[in-house]
């Protein structure tokens, strides 16, 4: 059964900063691409960031050059680490995996296995 559970997320003051965790379970980590994804209230969900098989990664304009993704291949574990955090980071946050991910990373409908989430809120 596969399995992916976030956490680390919490509320902080703009400018400030929290690591994100993603627990994989139930499948082969390592093979899969990995993906942060966001959604806020009233809005449509959003990819964050996303990494490869072979470390590559993705991000979206919002984010770049503040967020960081990473994986731990030998601890089943997704990451990011997410500093100079805005208001407008304020979100639900999902971890996703997919065995084969298009040419679209950032979209959501390319992954097919989630996690519950982990909010995150930033205050100003």
């Known amino acids: 059964q596969v399995q992916l559970v976030e956490s680390g997320g919490g509320s902080v003051q703009t400018g400030g900063s929290l690591r994100l965790s993603c627990a994989v379970s139930?499948?082969?980590?390592?093979?899969?691409?990995m993906g942060w994804f966001r959604q806020a209230p009233g809005k449509e969900r959003e990819g964050v960031a996303i990494?490869?098989?072979?470390?590559?990664?993705t991000y979206a304009n919002s984010v770049r050059g503040r967020f960081t993704i990473s994986r731990d291949n030998a601890k089943n574990t997704l990451y990011l680490q997410m500093n100079s955090l805005k208001p407008e980071d304020t979100a639900m946050y999902y971890c996703?995996?997919?065995?084969?991910?298009?040419?679209?990373?950032?979209?959501?409908?390319?992954?097919?296995?989630w996690g519950q989430g982990t909010q995150v809120t930033v205050s100003s």
């Open positions: 139930g499948y082969t980590f390592s093979r899969y691409f």
């Open positions: 990494i490869d098989h072979y470390g590559g990664t």
């Open positions: 996703a995996a997919d065995p084969d991910v298009g040419y679209k990373r950032l979209s959501p409908d390319q992954y097919i296995y």
